[in-house]
């Protein structure tokens, strides 16, 4: 889950490549290095530590040059040292090469390559194909893209990798597991893991597929497979501009994107969500629409907090469309053979449209020939490319680690594909037009709700020593509660555990006593009074209560500690807007401990190694 940038043209690489590596971070941030080809030749600077580290380590002394590669790390094998962070370099000098993904087979290879002599300075799986690319040379004199090419034929694993030499004038790429996209500008190219160092140069790009490799010159760029197939390939043009990928001046990605849910959840009904007529549109899913109405099983199936959201899908299916629905972790539904039939249906989840397990999933639903749809935010991701169909979420760029605004599209999108399905089904036109009105009307009462940060800033301030924490909801809210105990963990390093409130009774309250903050989903819906009674076994038993239920009740004040009263909506509905003090409750909380909020520790943005 590394960042790779790489750059060919007129200008100078290294600012180029650097803020592009910056705008990369939160797919790994443990060590940063980068290679300029130049008058001197290859010139590599690398270590421990973050881009900035990196920036002000060759501040002093630019490095010049109109060719280079670097990379941002997230460590798998090796611990994060100056020795370890990429680019490796070849014996001789001549080239560098960084890597994202995991090289399965690199004991062999390292082996195989120390009995001819090659030293190893790292502990990396990487730095083996450094050398096996310089034995291919040294036996042959093929060209550095030919290989490179032939020294991918003989790696087992993932990669997105990108390599430059002080000899031949070219920028090498080549993926298989691991997202990488070649930007063409005029006279000039780049490479990203993804768009984001690309957009503020160019917007016509190319995304490379598992199995291919692009040699990049001044002049032009050529693409082939690894068994050296040439293709012919799309140029894409990007959706996002520059000032999405901006904080805006909040202090944080995750504040700013948090912020930005009445906008976003706007942006995934738009064109979508017709409340008047009463109907729902989802063009990605037109050519498929009959055979998912037909499914006789879906099967959701996705990764941490997508997961969450699949949850919140199986509770609105179910209920409206009256499909049974079954939710998988995708790592564990990739490996347990699981039984497909004609009829069922696979759904997966990913924001980033590029975690491992979750592509293992889609690859393994077509393996089974069943129909796979897709739910992603990154346009042109994997998942999007190799899935049958699909819906884009349309949330814009999710930079923060703590996936917030994702997961409130998500669960729109499979909200309006529930509703869709209920059409003519489960629900009468007046019942329609009454449940995608109260849709329509969520982005609003989103905005009412973030207008009480500094009431949950207050509320988190007492809470900020906390070592442990519990979040209990039932139905809908059941899932919102693991969400809410997930935002906590990641960014605040606080232990905290999401239950269904009846399942507490079941262990987990014997964690209760005075330190345990317990935060509950007590809206006003069918299973209320079932919630209140679960308050008072906490409270019976010293625990710290804070509730989420609706404006104007005021029947908890006298249990709970805390009351966050927020806007009344359906009950289907609902996750949407108790989702959401629990992102600005974990916000505050990681802030007041002086946590790397938006790339919080050993954790990356996108999950690309199984
Ligand atoms: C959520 O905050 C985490 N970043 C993580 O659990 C994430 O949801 C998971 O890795 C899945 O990512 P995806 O949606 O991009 O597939």
């Not at 491992?356 to 346009?379: M, Q």
Request: net charge negative; with cysteine.
């Amino acid at each position: 889950m590394c960042g790779i940038v790489g750059y060919i043209g007129s200008q100078q690489a290294e600012s180029i490549l650097l803020t592009g590596l910056k705008r990369l971070e939160y797919r790994g941030y443990d060590s940063a290095g980068l290679a300029i080809v130049g008058d001197d030749g290859l010139v590599v600077e690398k270590r421990k530590g973050k881009v900035d580290e990196l920036r002000s380590a060759v501040d002093g002394q630019p490095l010049l040059g109109t060719l280079g590669i670097c990379h941002t790390r997230w460590a798998t094998h090796g611990p994060p040292t100056d020795a370890n962070a990429h680019p490796h370099t070849s014996v001789s000098g001549d080239f560098a090469l960084v890597h994202n993904g995991i090289i399965e087979n690199h004991g062999v290879i390292r082996k195989r390559l120390k009995e001819k002599g090659y030293e190893f300075v790292s502990d990396t799986d990487t730095e083996v194909l450094v050398h096996l690319i310089e034995d291919i040379r040294r036996e042959t004199d093929l060209s550095l893209g030919e290989a490179v090419r032939q020294a991918l034929t003989q790696v087992v694993g993932t990669y997105g990798i990108a390599v430059v030499s002080s000899v031949d004038d070219q920028l090498i790429a080549a993926r298989k597991g691991s997202p990488l996209i070649l930007g063409i500008g005029d006279g000039e190219y780049f490479i990203g893991s993804d768009a984001a160092p690309l957009v503020e140069h160019t917007r016509q790009v190319v995304y490379l597929s598992d199995g291919e490799i692009v040699t990049v010159n001044r002049n032009g760029y050529e693409v082939k497979t690894i068994d050296n197939v040439p293709l012919e390939k799309e140029v894409h043009e990007l959706e996002w501009d520059l000032s999405e990928i901006e904080k805006s001046g909040y202090d944080h990605f995750m504040l700013k994107e948090i912020m930005e849910q009445p906008e976003s959840l706007s942006d995934s009904m738009r064109g979508r969500l017709l409340p008047d007529d009463p109907r729902v549109v989802l063009g990605g899913l037109y050519n498929h629409w009959d055979q998912i109405v037909d499914a006789d099983r879906i099967i959701i199936a996705a990764c941490g907090t997508s997961w969450h959201s699949a949850l919140v899908g199986e509770y609105l299916i179910e209920s409206f469309a009256r499909i049974p629905v079954e939710v998988e972790y995708a790592s564990e539904f990739r490996y347990r053979n699981p039984i497909l039939r004609d009829g069922d249906v696979v759904i997966v989840i990913s924001q980033s449209g590029e975690t491992a397990d979750t592509l293992a999933a889609v690859r393994e639903a077509r393996k089974n020939g069943v129909l796979c749809l897709g739910i992603c935010n990154v346009v042109g991701s994997t998942i999007a490319r190799e899935t049958d169909a699909g819906v884009y979420l349309h949330a814009g760029p999710e930079i923060g680690v703590a996936s917030t605004k994702a997961f409130t599209a998500q669960v729109t999108v499979l909200a309006m594909i529930a509703l869709k399905l209920a059409e003519n089904r489960t629900l009468s036109t007046a019942e329609m037009a009454h449940n995608l009105h109260a849709l329509a009307s969520i982005p609003d009462k989103v905005d009412e709700v973030l207008g009480m940060n500094d009431e949950i800033r207050e509320m988190a301030s007492v809470y900020r020593y906390a070592s442990n924490f519990l979040y209990l909801g039932r139905g809908y809210n059941f899932p919102v509660a693991l969400e809410g105990a997930l935002k906590l963990k990641e960014i605040s390093y606080i232990h905290a555990e999401g239950y269904p409130a009846a399942e507490m009774k079941h262990g987990p309250i014997a964690l209760i006593d005075r330190f345990m903050p317990v935060v509950f989903i007590a809206m006003k819906d069918s299973t209320y009074d079932k919630v209140v009674s679960n308050i008072e076994e906490v409270v019976a038993r010293d625990g710290s209560v804070i509730a989420i239920t609706d404006e104007g009740n005021g029947e908890l004040d006298k249990l709970c500690e805390y009351v966050l009263r927020i806007p009344k909506t359906e009950e289907f509905l609902s996750p949407l807007l108790t989702v959401v003090p629990l992102q600005l409750l974990s916000y505050h909380i990681a802030v007041m401990r002086g946590c790397h909020v938006d790339q919080p520790r050993n954790l990356a943005k996108s999950v690309t190694v199984e």
